[in-house]
Structure formats: C-alpha cells, structure tokens
C-alpha cells in the first residue's frame, strides 16, 4: 500500500532566509526520495513565503518545487495544495500548469478508512481581534481586485517586504514553544470541533511552526506539522500507522 504524506510551512523565496536555493533544493529532493512510494502529498499551506497570483503574471521563481510538484502530478501522485496565511493568493495557476488538487478552506476527508481534519490552521479558534480582522481583510475579494491593480513589479515587491518582516520578527523573538492545552488555541479547537464531530481521527495542522503529536481521546488525534526551514518535518500515514518524521538527507527513506 502506497503512503500518504502531509507537511507545511516551507516558506519558499523568505527574503530572511539565506541561501533560498538550497532552501529549495532540500524540498525538492524530499519530494523526489517519496515519489515512488506516494499516493498522494498534502502540502498545508504556507509553502510559498508571498504568492500573489495576476492574471498573466505569476512569482519569479521556485522552478525546482514547480517543476517536482508538476512531475509528481504526471505519475499520477495526488497533490493537494492548501492556501495558507502567506500564500492565500492563489489563483488557478498551479491547478492548471502543476495539476494539484486546490484546497482554500480546511478539508476533512477519509484516508485508507480514517476521517482526516486537514488545515492550515491560522484563524482557527483564534482570539485576536487584530489578527482577525486583517486575515478577514487579506480574504476581503474587493481588497483582494484592489491590490491585484497594483502593478507587479511593486505589489510582489511589497508583498514580499512585509513577508520578509514577519519572519525576521519570528526569527528574531522565536517561534512560542507549546503552550500546552488549555492555551494552544489549534488544541481548544480541535477540541470544540469534536463535540458536533465525534468521527474525526486525525487533525493535521501547519502555522504553529511547532511539532506536536497530542491525543485528545482514545480515538482522535492531534498533529501539529512543524516546518520546512529549520525542523524539517513531515507526517506519514501507511494505511494503518501515523508517524511525524524529521527529513535527514541521506538517512530517510520513503
């Protein structure tokens, strides 16, 4: 039986982090050691640092991922892609050149006979009214025409500054470590969700830039995915087992 993969939070193109290539260069290679063994990979969003998508006109760069994604798609790999806070932009671009499955709201699906709640994460069960309000802006369509206006060459320019500044904030001050249960609000969620959906057996979430591996009942399960600039984390699911891995390059193996 093929395996199932799930992973977010590359942040391909950051301005903040060096040598961006090899960034790149270490996903795509992930993503070729699994292609034999995949039946499909879930990308939960974020994966791109800024992506905001014209009609004609599309982000300098990320030939490798586009390419390994594209040839994924070819082998007849399911690929579904998840918008996440940075790349919520997206059009039809990659559904049409790459062949992925587009995915701008959370999903739940079954997977091998188990329910799946997948997310990016960002917004869910959150309580702050700022962040809340420009993530309702940043969704806004109307906003959303207004900026597509602006002419590439300064609206990529903006949009990756003030994706640039987030990170370095991020860089600068840590990602929170888990603030356990009661605090971590894609815990207090998952935990509200369950009670009008009691059929879930896994939340998989990205945002959080933390691993995390939490039951909340004897049949459900948490997952919390990492990242892909400094943990290098993935979760694998075989049909009857989940494991949230770590890519070592020459040591993994699909």
Known sequence: MKKVYFLSDAHLGCLAISH???????????????????????????MFDFWHEYRTVVPKGFTRFLGKVSELTDRGVEVHFFTGNHDLWVGDYLERECGVTLHRDSCTTEIYGNIFYLAHGDGLGSSDRKYRMLRRLFHNPTCQRLFAAVHPRWGVALGRAWARHSRLKHMEHGEPEYMGEEREELVAFAKD??????????????????????????????????????????????????????????????
């Open 20 to 46: 961006r290539r090899m960034h790149e260069r270490r996903l795509v290679r992930f993503l070729d050691c699994i292609k034999q063994n995949a039946a499909a990979v879930y990308l939960l969003g974020d």
């Open 193 to 254: 969700y369950l009670h009008t959906h009691p059929d879930i057996n896994y939340f998989l979430f990205g945002h959080r830039h933390i691993e995390l591996d939490l039951m909340l009942t004897r049949e459900t399960r948490l997952l919390i995915l990492g990242d892909w600039i400094s943990r290098f984390t993935y979760a694998v699911y075989d049909g009857e087992h989940l494991f949230l891995e770590n890519y070592i390059e020459g040591e993994t193996r699909p």
